[in-house]
């Protein structure tokens, strides 16, 4: 017998099996709903009732359906439930408060970093985000922030990690208004600065290498960055198409952060998925999106909150310029092309604003001109299409991941219902509970 039992440890071991494998029994929740938007875009349902197993959508059903033995039911027969929501723009390493962060930032170290990025995830999880892009923090720290979410361990939204923002020596995405031993010291470290085709390739294998699952890179000046070089184009037009043509060669989509026209344009032509930011918009540039078929990132309430910050002295004297010009233009460029039916996807930079506050992006949408009705379209069923992740995001349909959360009133109504998100579950898994929580024993 003991031969026996070592024979069958050996072979486990060699063929990665248990000894004993024993079925185990389904998580399955019952989430009954007041009324369900399960397809944005679409006209929403009454009351229903959602079925999930092991983290999945099972089915939906009409009505309001008793649970089956030893299931769970979420009662939510008082709120409006939908899709979890989607962030295509984030920043979990910074914290909004940008003060804060220049007086700290000297003082921290990867694993202090690593911890607020665990904390922002959490936030805007219970904030109903339940997906996000993070396009631009410490490579190895977020992925492994990612990994730590997707097995459980820590609580957090599907990260879509982009790694470092690729950027020109001087650009957007280097170390500038250092001194010349701290820059030394930070440029040792940097796997994101490159100039030339070849270089720019060599960096993007850098991302993918260090766990990017997406590519961003700066094609224009940006806003925050401490160096008075405007918000005009900054990479050359062979520069972006390395990039985006190596990131679609490992099968990532890239996107491109973009203030100016120029760079817009440029970016578009090298066949970018998405712009992040869109400032500067004209005619020609929005029959260029069309024509590419790329998506506009619009960050609203980045350009607020960095005036705001620049006029309170937070911010660099060489942000305060390009803060303000910014602002004045984006309204009319993202009013313009939501009118000229231009592809969005919900994204609001959240790191420059407070983490956490990601729904106020919602009512600066439909002030812009869109409807309750498409703003929230572009944070689930748009956002996944950019993500290329229909299949798993966007709705409620069976098959795809359980990511949905709940409102107290209908959001087509008033978008700003989407600031107070009171049920969040991912992945099957209850995060955040404002309604009723019930077991039903196995009989």
Do not use: W
């Not at 985000?129 to 990612?146: H, K, N, Q, Y």
Request: aromatic share 4%; net charge negative; glycine share 10%.
């Amino acid at each position: 017998m003991r031969k026996t039992m070592l024979a069958l440890c050996a072979a486990a071991l060699l063929t990665g099996t248990a000894l004993a494998q024993t079925p185990t029994t389904p998580h399955i929740t019952y989430i009954q709903a007041g009324a369900l938007l399960d397809k944005p875009g679409s006209r929403p349902r009454g009351p229903a009732t959602i079925i999930v197993r092991d983290g999945k959508v099972a089915e939906v059903r009409d009505g309001l359906v008793a649970p089956e033995a030893g299931a769970e039911l979420v009662d939510l027969r008082d709120r409006f439930v939908l899709p979890g929501l989607i962030d295509m723009h984030v920043h979990f390493y910074s914290d909004g408060d940008p003060l804060k962060e220049r007086l700290e930032s000297p003082g921290r170290d990867y694993e202090d970093e690593l911890i607020l990025a665990a904390r922002h995830a959490r936030i805007t999880l219970e904030a109903g985000f339940t997906t996000v892009r993070d396009l631009g923090g410490e490579p190895r720290g977020i992925a492994s922030l990612r990994d730590a979410i997707n097995t459980g361990d820590l609580p957090g939204p599907t990260i879509v990690p982009a790694g470092r923002m690729i950027s020109i020596s001087g650009g957007h995405g280097d170390a500038n208004g250092l001194n010349r031993d701290y820059y030394e010291a930070v440029h040792q470290h940097q796997t994101n600065v490159c100039d030339g085709a070849d270089e720019c390739r060599r960096a993007v294998r850098a991302q993918i290498r260090d766990g990017a699952e997406t590519i961003k890179f700066a094609a224009t000046g940006g806003v925050l960055s401490n160096v008075a070089g405007g918000l005009g184009r900054q990479m050359t037009p062979d520069e972006m198409k390395a990039i985006v043509e190596t990131a679609h060669s490992f099968g990532r989509k890239a996107t491109a952060h973009a203030h100016a026209k120029e760079g817009i344009e440029t970016a578009l032509e090298a066949g970018v998925d998405s712009i992040e930011h869109g400032s500067f918009l004209d005619d020609n540039t929005i029959k260029l999106f069309k024509a590419k078929g790329a998506y506009l990132v619009p960050t609203m309430i980045a350009p607020v909150t960095a005036l705001r910050n620049a006029r309170a002295g937070a911010l660099p004297a060489a942000s305060i310029s390009k803060a303000e010009s910014a602002a004045a233009a984006a309204a009319k460029s993202h009013a313009l092309a939501i009118r000229s039916g231009v592809k969005i996807a919900f994204g609001t930079d959240t790191g420059v604003s407070k983490h956490g506050t990601n729904a106020q992006e919602f009512a600066l949408m439909v002030q812009a001109g869109m409807t309750a009705d498409a703003a929230i379209r572009a944070a689930t069923v748009d956002a996944a299409d950019l993500l290329g992740r229909s299949d798993r995001l966007g709705t409620i349909e069976a098959g795809k991941d359980a990511d949905i959360i709940a409102v107290a009133g209908s959001p087509l109504d008033d978008v700003r219902q989407l600031e107070n998100v009171d049920f969040v579950m991912r992945h099957g898994v209850v995060h955040k509970l404002g309604g009723k929580r019930q077991a039903f024993p196995a009989e």
